[in-house]
Nanobody, 127 residues
């Protein structure tokens, strides 16, 4: 079965950086997509970034473009989200998710496309 497990969350001061990791298992090829999402208690899910693992095509939400970078290490079956210049508005629970098709998203990354979700990792940015 396909699984995605995220890690790397924590607390950081405004302007700082964190790197989240998503370990993916269960696929037999690189034909799949991985996305990062965030959701607070009173907010809808927001697609933050996505990557077509096989083709290394990336997409970013407008709110994070230029600050966050998504990448993959196929040898480790791991997708990373490097988050720089963090601000308190980035505080949320962050989720890694995946689906078994290619993806070429723009600034909108649709949560309903993704089938397998991790448990989440908390990111807290203080001012």
């Amino acid at each position: 079965q396909v699984q995605a497990v995220e890690s790397g969350g924590g607390s950081v001061q405004s302007g700082g950086s964190l790197r989240l990791s998503c370990q993916v298992s269960g696929y037999t090829s690189t034909t799949y997509c991985v996305g990062w999402f965030r959701q607070g208690t009173k907010k809808e899910r927001e697609g933050v970034a996505a990557i077509d693992v096989g083709r290394e095509i990336t997409a970013y939400a407008k709110s994070v473009k230029g600050r966050f970078t998504i990448s993959r290490d196929n040898a480790k079956n791991t997708v990373y989200l490097q988050m720089n210049s963090l601000n308190p508005n980035d505080t949320d629970m962050y989720y890694c998710a995946t689906h078994s098709s290619p993806c070429s998203y723009s600034s909108y990354i649709p949560p309903h496309h993704f089938d397998y979700w991790g448990q989440g990792t908390q990111v807290t940015v203080s001012s």
